[in-house]
């Protein structure tokens, strides 16, 4: 009976540590599978009132909001945005930044969203590294005109599953173009007062009614 205690310690120390070094599970799903479900209920929802979302800005980020919001990383994004700035910025300055940036990223995102349709979307097949903690997610939709728009999602791997932190629409990344425009900003009047901005302009375009076309530029 000591023999076979012995040999049931002995037998656990030597797998535990094995087991302990496997790598939990990403929760939720892979990064392809997650972005075409988002995307697609997203459109889907969007094509069956595309007047109202067209003319109601409010309702349009409500729409994006329940989608993408559980599935944004945007304290992540908003880091990489202020760059060097985040480290001198206070939690309170940090929060609002965030708020006020996922808005302005959303905002101009939901205006280039309503260009789109489901029907018109199609999803490239997936190259990344499944093991890597990165991912980009390739798609094309098709405009009225037929332009076929290139929309990629980035993504990373979390503890709480994979989430996008950029959009890149024809070329352009939020983050990038974002990072370029208020750097230079931050620069010149302070991180209050871009924030200040942000803040203003997100409740403006909020209450402006239609949507416009993106704001976004290239960076």
Known sequence: MQFLVRYLIVFMLGVMPAMA???????????????????????????????LYSQD????????????????????AA??????HWRAATEAQRKRFIDAFYGALMADYGDALVQFSADRLRFL????????????????VKRDTGQMVPVNYSLRRTPEGWKAWDV????????????????????????????????????DRLKGGAAAAPAAKAG
């Open 21 to 51: 070094a496997d790598p939990a599970p990403t929760p939720g799903p892979g990064p392809q599978e997650l972005i075409e479900q988002v995307s697609g209920d997203m459109l889907r929802e969007l094509d069956a009132n595309r007047a």
């Open 168 to 203: 890149t629409i024809e070329g352009i990344s939020y983050v990038k173009n974002f990072r370029t425009d208020f750097g230079a900003e931050i620069e010149q009047t302070g991180l209050d007062a871009v924030i200040q901005r942000l803040e203003s302009q997100n409740a």
């Open 79 to 84: 880091r990489l945005v202020l760059g060097q």
């Open 125 to 140: 097949p997936f190259k990344g590294d499944p093991t890597a903690d990165t991912a980009t997610v390739r798609s094309e």
């Open 57 to 76: 800005r409010s309702q349009l980020r409500k729409l994006v909001d329940k989608y993408l919001l559980p599935n944004f990383d945007s304290d992540y």
